[in-house]
């Protein structure tokens, strides 16, 4: 089984619609984290969370909210979806105790989102 | 401003056909160098860290090197199974968070 899951891989919605992207991981890290990627802007970051108590907001918050259900849960949502959020969007999880690689992610498969 | 830029943006390798991907960086303090592969439709994998100047890691086919200034992923003899997006990112000191460069697209023929 995949240590970082997505739902879903693919989903297709209207605007102003509300969308919940859910990620669990089975890997035990305190840390996760939601990106999204465009063509040619790379991974940006959304928002990240370091235990269920901290959420931070990342460089592209905007129009987007999450929730830290438990160590490892962690969900994205769009309120209001609109076309410009159409992406590809990840989830990552990191363990600050992992020495010596405290900062290395690792990702999950990703949800392909297309607003329209 | 703290920032990595990667090239080329995307290179074309006959199988065999040895090269290097590279990643320069601008940061005050950096703590750690990842490299990462991506397949398309598919979340980035993680390949290595590399943490100070002269540091070199190995995985198969794959050597990353590092600077003070750049950092270079060397691919000896690829094969068409190593062609991918390859993303290169830092983290620094007082921020866990990554910084990703656009990524370098690498197409093997055989």
């Known amino acids: 089984d995949a240590d970082v899951t997505q739902t879903p891989r693919n989903r297709i919605t209207k605007t102003g619609k509300r969308i919940m992207l859910e990620c669990s991981q089975t890997?035990?890290?305190?840390?996760m984290y939601w990106y999204r990627q465009d063509p040619g802007l790379g991974l940006r970051l959304i928002y990240y969370?370091?235990?269920?108590?901290?959420?931070n907001k990342g460089e592209i918050s905007d129009g987007y909210s999450v929730s830290r259900q438990a160590q490892a849960k962690f969900s994205l949502s769009l309120e209001s979806a609109i076309p410009n959020q159409t992406a590809l969007y990840f989830c990552a999880t990191s363990d600050p105790a992992r020495a010596p690689h405290t900062d290395t992610q690792y990702f999950g498969p990703g949800t392909r989102l297309t607003v329209l | 401003e703290d920032q990595v830029t990667q090239s080329p943006e995307a290179l074309r390798l006959q199988e065999g056909e040895s090269s290097s991907l590279n990643c320069s960086y601008t940061v005050s303090g950096l703590r750690g160098l990842f490299w990462y592969r991506q397949d398309p439709g598919k979340g980035p994998e993680f390949l290595f860290t590399?943490?100070?100047a002269g540091e070199e890691k190995e995985k198969e086919r794959l050597k990353a090197t590092l600077t003070k200034k750049e950092s270079f992923l060397h691919i000896t003899a690829p094969k068409p199974e190593d062609s991918a997006t390859y993303l290169c990112a830092f983290s620094q000191g007082g921020s866990e968070k990554l910084v990703f460069g656009k990524g370098t697209k690498l197409t093997v023929n055989p």
């Open positions: 890997k035990g890290h305190d840390r």
């Open positions: 969370s370091f235990d269920v108590k901290d959420i």
């Open positions: 590399l943490y100070s």
